[in-house]
Structures are given as structure tokens and as C-alpha cells.
């Protein structure tokens, strides 16, 4: 989080470049929305002990077991920085488009949902359990949804594609229980990596970051987001 945090500020200082960085989590961890309320987590019995952490991006909680998890940074002159929409959906297409040619059909929400004229229901405190237009959905369950973050125009989008159920969320399916694929997330962020790219209309190429990056990274981590006061803000 601090990473993705620190590739933000660069961006939004330095609007001449983009960055792309996928990862997994070596310790499965609870990452509340920016806007969550913490004591939701607590309040319930299998979050109480779990490892958490709240994201610098709005939208609902994520379980980083079994999934892939992806930080974009555009800067505010980049043709998908506006409308915030543009970005959701240039980058779930392009997942989309991973998925279908592993016989997984994923859709854009919005365009499997009816309109209703009923009131809307509250949020789920689980991001995989809501369902947002923008959010990629496969045989009725989400697998890839998306929140963002914007700073002096420039734009951190975290997403997360659900790979295969966890014992703690046993209610949600990931790609892996609907088709026959890899489950490793490495596996996953070599075969995301140049298509999102060029969903950005950019070439992927290593970066050298600024000397004083990982020091600045490194203030975030310990003032932010091992900050017991920052996690529980809400």
C-alpha cells in the first residue's frame, strides 16, 4: 500500500510518466476502503484476528488470498483520466479479454444488470459481494472490481482479480472454480501485464524510480499504514 501510495505522489508530481505494478500477498490480509468503517471489521468473528489494513482507494474490503492485485498511476493529462470511469473500463476490458480466451465469458456488470426502481440496498462490507457497473462479473460472480484514488489530477486505480475461493470467504468464487486455469499470481501478472499496457496505449518498460523513492515509501509505511491511528480512523 505504501508502494502504490509513493508511485501516486511521484505521478502527481512528475506527469510525464505511468506506472504499472501487479503483486500477491505473502500474509492473506483484509484491505478495508479508504471510507470503510474498521469496527465493521472487527465486528465480525472471522476478520477479528485476521491482518488488515486500509487502502488509500475507496470501494469494499478485500480477503488478498487467492487473487491478483494491480496498482495503475496515470497522470491527470493522460486521455483515461477523465471521466474516472474511462480507466474502469479500458482496464477490465482488457481482462476481460485474458479471461475469454481461457473460456471464461466476464462481462461488465452494467451490462447484465436490469434497471430497477427499487431503492438501493446498503453496500457489502465484501467488495467481491457488491456489485458496481463497472465491475467485471463471470457466471454470475464477480472477479474483478476496481477503486480509485485521485491526487492533484493524477490517478492510483487498485483492482483485484479473484483467482479461487478462500476458506474465510468461501461465499465467493474465483476464476479458477469456474474454468481450468492457473491459480498463481505470478502466473496471472505476466499474462496481464502488456495487455493492460496497452489498454493505457502505452509499451510496458522497466522503470528506475527516484533516488529518494523507497525513503519516502518507507515514511508512508511507518506513519500511514502501520499507523494503528490511520487504520482506524473510521
Same mark, same amino acid.
Given at each position: ?25 505473502? &500474509? ?17 468473528? @472471522?476478520?477479528? #484476528? ?6 488509500? &482507494? =475507496? ?16 497522470? #491527470?493529462?493522460?486521455?483515461? #483520466?477523465?471521466? *474516472?470511469?474511462?480507466?474502469? @473500463? ?19 456488470? =452494467?451490462?447484465?444488470?436490469?434497471? #430497477?426502481? /427499487?431503492?438501493?440496498?446498503?453496500? +457489502? ?11 467485471? $462479473? /463471470? ?12 491526487? /492533484? ?15 474465510? &470467504? +468461501? ?14 499470481? @505470478? ?17 510496458? $518498460?522497466?522503470?528506475?524510480?527516484? *533516488? ?23
Amino acid at each position: 500500500m505504501a508502494i502504490d501510495e509513493a508511485l501516486l505522489d511521484l505521478v502527481a508530481s512528475d506527469p510525464t510518466v505511468a506506472w504499472l505494478r501487479t503483486y500477491g500477498w505473502s &500474509t492473506p490480509t483484509l484491505s478495508l476502503g479508504y471510507f470503510q468503517r474498521w469496527a465493521d471489521a472487527d465486528a465480525e468473528p @472471522r476478520w477479528r #484476528s485476521a491482518a488488515k489494513v486500509r487502502r488509500a &482507494t =475507496g470501494g469494499g474490503a478485500i480477503w488478498h488470498e487467492h487473487e491478483l492485485t494491480y496498482a495503475i498511476v496515470i497522470p #491527470s493529462r493522460h486521455p483515461l #483520466s477523465r471521466p *474516472n470511469t474511462a480507466l474502469y @473500463r479500458a482496464v477490465h476490458a482488457a481482462i476481460g479479454s485474458i479471461l475469454t480466451g481461457r473460456e471464461i465469458e466476464a462481462r461488465r456488470h =452494467g451490462d447484465l444488470a436490469s434497471v #430497477s426502481t /427499487a431503492a438501493p440496498a446498503p453496500h +457489502p462490507f465484501l467488495c467481491f459481494a457488491d456489485r458496481d457497473g463497472e465491475d467485471l $462479473v /463471470a457466471e454470475g460472480s464477480k472477479v474483478v472490481g476496481s477503486a480509485q484514488r485521485r491526487r /492533484a489530477g493524477a490517478i492510483l486505480q487498485h483492482g483485484s482479480l479473484l483467482l479461487r475461493r478462500s476458506a474465510a &470467504t +468461501p461465499e465467493l468464487a474465483g476464476v479458477a472454480d469456474l474454468a481450468d486455469v492457473a491459480t498463481d499470481p @505470478r502466473t496471472w501478472s505476466d499474462l496481464v501485464a502488456e495487455p493492460l499496457c496497452r489498454a493505457l496505449g502505452m509499451e510496458p $518498460v522497466p522503470g528506475d524510480l527516484p *533516488n529518494d523513492f523507497q525513503a519516502h515509501v518507507e515514511l508512508l509505511e511507518q506513519t500511514v499504514y502501520r499507523d494503528p491511528k490511520w487504520n482506524a480512523k473510521r
